[in-house]
Nanobody, 115 residues
Framework: QVQLVESGGGLVQAGGSLRLSCAASGSTFGINVMDWYRQAPGNQRELVASITKRGSLTYANYAQGRFNSSRDNAKNTIYLQMNSLKPENTAVYYC?????????WGQGTQVTVSS
């Protein structure tokens, strides 16, 4: 079993920054790729960024240039630095990890960007 716990969400004005963290615990061996997803009200959950154990990164188009994901394997933690935030970035942000065929999700952290 793996537990994922996100933190760092909150209310920020447009143009501001937030840094999200996701700490993994439990049997984390075998989780190579960890991801950040987001889900806005009325929308489907969508990928924000993916990061492998070696640090290879993939970003959604809207996240390119403003968001940066990183990973600390020693702490089993990934981060999402979000800069120049816009109201349309308001969503619940989820951490995800895939271990074999098992998907693990965190509980989500709310990010609200005011105009």
């Amino acid at each position: 079993q793996v537990q994922l716990v996100e933190s760092g969400g909150g209310l920020v004005q447009a143009g501001g920054s937030l840094r999200l963290s996701c700490a993994a615990s439990g049997s984390t061996f075998g989780i190579n790729v960890m991801d950040w997803y987001r889900q806005a009200p009325g929308n489907q959950r969508e990928l924000v960024a993916s990061i492998t154990k070696r640090g290879s990164l993939t970003y959604a188009n809207y996240a390119q240039g403003r968001f940066n994901s990183s990973r600390d394997n020693a702490k089993n933690t990934i981060y999402l630095q979000m800069n120049s935030l816009k109201p349309e970035n308001t969503a619940v942000y989820y951490c995800h990890g895939l271990q074999g065929f098992i998907n693990y999700w965190g509980q989500g952290t709310q990010v609200t960007v005011s105009s």
